[in-house]
């Protein structure tokens, strides 16, 4: 199985992360609304929403909000919010054919997969999703900053769990091991993710029809340094 497919679904996956900073999430989104010139009505997809922390961001103003997800736990944590339509989706297939206004990608919901055409395709999806000259948002890691700082083991304790995460650098991906001990019962996840550069997605952009307008280096839209920026942001529109 997919590491993502099981970890993502886990109740243990929103015990780790479940302290993410909601402040930088709106300063993000505030900072990316106002670089684009968006319809009041504008129709926006939230791929790989979670549970809709950024959606919810969103839905404070008159957009029409959707969001997927591969994991069913996500979905429903969604829904909850009672925020716009989100539905479990696999990310490599097309949602909505020239619907959107705005498709996002945020916090590293990218590279999961290990077969480079996947990746591809994901990008191809999201180029269908939009409308002619619509805009693609996504965030990623910056692979030279992710390296710099990379600590191989640490330790978190969160509601009463003690979580150890190890981290290698793998085939061209990192890989992160997590594994912790509850109710008596050993637990072990891994994520991977692709180590892409900018000019790994200025490739895979240029083959499925996006055109990159900016590249920001941080949630305040800072520019992009290659060595020193902590994400890598891109702003793209359908072609």
């Known amino acids: 199985m997919d590491w993502f497919k099981n970890w993502f679904d886990s109740k243990y996956y929103h015990i780790l992360y479940g302290s993410r900073d909601e402040d930088e999430a709106n300063d993000f989104i505030t900072n990316v609304l106002g670089t684009l010139l968006l319809p009041s009505d504008a129709k926006i997809l939230d791929l790989a929403c979670g549970n809709g922390r950024h959606s919810n961001i969103l839905a404070k103003h008159s957009f029409e909000i959707h969001g997927s997800d591969l994991s069913e736990n996500n979905i429903d944590l969604a829904n909850q919010r009672n925020i716009g339509t989100f539905k479990v989706a696999d990310m490599r297939k097309v949602y909505l054919a020239n619907y959107f206004d705005l498709v996002l990608n945020l916090f590293t919901s990218f590279g999961y997969f290990e077969d480079e055409n996947d990746n591809l395709l994901t990008l191809s999806a999201v180029c269908e999703n939009l409308k002619p000259n619509a805009a693609f948002v996504q965030d990623y890691f910056n692979v030279h900053y992710v390296k710099s700082i990379l600590n191989p083991i640490e330790d978190k304790n969160i509601d009463g769990i003690l979580f150890r995460i190890t981290k290698t650098i793998d085939n061209n991906q990192i890989v992160k091991t997590i594994s912790f001990e509850t109710e008596g019962k050993p637990y072990v996840f891994n ?28 949630y305040d839209l800072s520019p992009f340094d290659n060595e020193t920026s902590k994400r890598l942001i891109i702003i793209s529109t359908k072609k």
């Not at 790994?200 to 920001?216: P, Q």
């Open 191 to 218: 994520e991977k993710v692709n180590l892409y550069q900018l000019s790994d997605f200025e490739s895979m952009y240029e083959k499925v029809g996006l055109k990159i307008e900016n590249v920001y280096g941080d």
